[in-house]
């Protein structure tokens, strides 16, 4: 998928720009791209061809309903790959259950982490991150959540990377009030 990069962020790009056209388009090429992907790595599990296009599907409608996230600045192909993987994860987890069962290749796309907790964990980091400034929120959501060089999240914030780094420390620092704050209520 890497190499139609540019075509499939310029289909995305339009797409969200209400061109019905490039959208209808960029869900046709990742088809294409994803069910080989899952196919290939259902496989290995011991699954067949249509469990490959439900879980297509699956994930068809997650990228739709989660466009709004996608960040032009950034490259699409990971975004979509990030789907994409975390769809075969809970495909994997809801329909074979153990561990055990699914094949020893496979084992990588099964971390330890209790899933219910993680995703409230993650509810309650943006719904915090979402009571300090834009600019701060910025910084430590590119640098310390999504993992990018200071450089890099400077270059996506349209920041310095001195105003990267001290958004971050003034943030870090808020967040910590907050977090006083609500500890002490």
Known sequence: MQAHEADLKRLMVEGLGGDETSYRLLLEQLSRHLRGYFRAKLTQAG???NDAED???EALIAIHTRRH???PAALLTPWISAIARYKLIDYLRRTKGVRSTVSIDLADEFPAVDTQVAAESSHDLQKLLSRIPTKMRQAIQSVKIDGLSVADAAKRN???ESAVKVNI???LKALANLLAQE???
Request: cysteine-free.
């Open 55 to 57: 879980l297509l599907q």
């Open 158 to 160: 349209g920041m310095s």
């Open 183 to 185: 500890h002490s209520t």
């Open 69 to 71: 996230t996608y960040d």
């Open 47 to 49: 699954f067949g061809a």
């Open 169 to 171: 420390h003034r943030g």
